[in-house]
């Protein structure tokens, strides 16, 4: 039986992974905590670990874990920011979840957009004390308005097909095009200076660290609205404050936070905001913060066991080829030149 140390679990994990790993004969070990330098310990005695976004899974830890004899590290989700692949490259395979549901995150960043230009959020507050008054609600229609798409992967362009759906000119920056797909890409500082709304749908990398920063503000239209449901560390986060309070953004829609790793997915309703900068984005009357729920759908949540499963079973019953594995030699990390034919060493 194949033993996985089951990182940072939460209620709405187990249903789908209990019922994928006993139909398949994996023995999951779910643990509250997240796998960092302090609680690899955990995973001693098991032939895999899987992990999730706030997961660090450093140089220190893969090599704890390597001394332990785990083989493989299967992510469940499609980012895998939190992984030093170069170290564990020689040592450790690493899996992924390339796609889960890209519909649950676009759905969600549309979500977003509409809450915050409607003021459906604050609408909502006002009824449930039977405040009927509209002043300060007035939006503005999304047709006619030109959305900026940063990265045009499954889910970034899913996005765009519904923002065409309410009639909006779309234009995207990817430095990966899709060339069959009728978008039209213009220069990342084109994408700035034309969008009345830009989403971020790109991985976190170092090159993509920050796209969103001063500069970056500055090229921007006064009133932008700016959605982000990939990765935190897209956005300089006082960069972004200090928009806002300038009054160059007209609003943020934010499911992710670059600081998010021990604040995220956790009841902190009960504890005084150590984190200042997150505190005074959310106290904005025009930032709506999520806590990294984009994906949590009933569907992406039974997608994510099923392939996390069945990449666990593909290494250990396929002589350890895995087509989702991320392979650190070829440099294009997801999307390997050897076409999955063989392992990653």
């Known amino acids: 039986m194949i033993k996985v140390a089951f990182y940072d679990t939460k209620p709405y994990d187990k249903p789908s992974f209990e019922h994928y790993g006993v139909m ?3 023995q999951f070990r779910f643990l509250e ?5 302090d609680t690899v310990a955990l995973a001693e005695g098991c032939d895999a ?3 999730f976004v706030n997961d660090s899974v450093t140089e220190t830890v893969i090599d704890r874990l390597y001394e332990y004899g785990v083989k493989l590290i299967a992510l469940r989700s499609a980012g895998y920011n939190n992984v030093d692949v170069r170290a564990a490259f020689g040592k450790i395979h690493v899996v992924h979840v390339p796609a889960y549901s890209p519909y649950a995150v676009a759905e969600h960043a549309m979500a977003l957009l509409l809450t915050s230009v409607r003021r459906i959020h604050k609408a ?10 509209l ?3 007035t939006g503005f229609d999304l047709h006619g308005k030109t959305v900026g798409v940063i990265g045009t992967g499954k889910i970034g362009r899913i996005f765009i097909d519904i923002c065409r759906g309410f009639g909006m000119k779309v234009i995207a920056y990817d430095p990966y095009p899709v060339l069959d797909g009728g978008i039209q ?3 990342l500082d084109d994408l700035f200076a034309q969008s009345d709304v830009i989403s971020l749908h790109c991985p976190l990398t170092d090159s993509t660290s920050h796209t969103i920063n001063a500069d970056a503000i500055a090229k921007m239209r006064k009133g932008v609205v700016i959605v982000n449901t990939s990765r935190g560390a897209l956005i300089d986060a006082e960069a972004l404050l200090s928009g806002i309070k300038a009054r160059k953004i007209g609003a943020a ?3 992710v936070y670059e600081e998010e790793a ?6 902190r309703s009960g504890h005084i905001m150590n984190d200042d900068l997150l505190a005074r984005l959310i106290s904005m009357p025009n930032v709506i913060v999520t806590s990294h729920q984009a994906f949590l759908t009933e569907e992406a949540l039974s997608n994510i066991a099923e392939t996390t499963v069945n990449n666990i079973l593909s290494y250990f019953d396929n002589g350890g080829i895995c087509e989702n594995e991320l392979c650190y030699r070829c440099g294009n990390i997801e999307h390997c030149k050897k076409t999955r034919k063989q392992k990653c060493f």
Not at 33 to 37: G, I, P
Not at 125 to 131: A, G, L, Q, S, W
Not at 262 to 267: C, K, M, Q, T
């Open 24 to 26: 398949h004969g994996l």
């Open 33 to 37: 905590a997240k796998l960092n330098e």
């Open 49 to 51: 670990v899987c992990v």
């Open 124 to 133: 909502y507050n006002r009824t449930r004390d039977f405040n009927f008054s």
């Open 135 to 137: 002043s300060g609600l």
């Open 185 to 187: 890409y213009v220069a």
């Open 253 to 255: 829609c934010l499911d």
């Open 262 to 267: 021990d604040i995220f997915f956790e009841d």
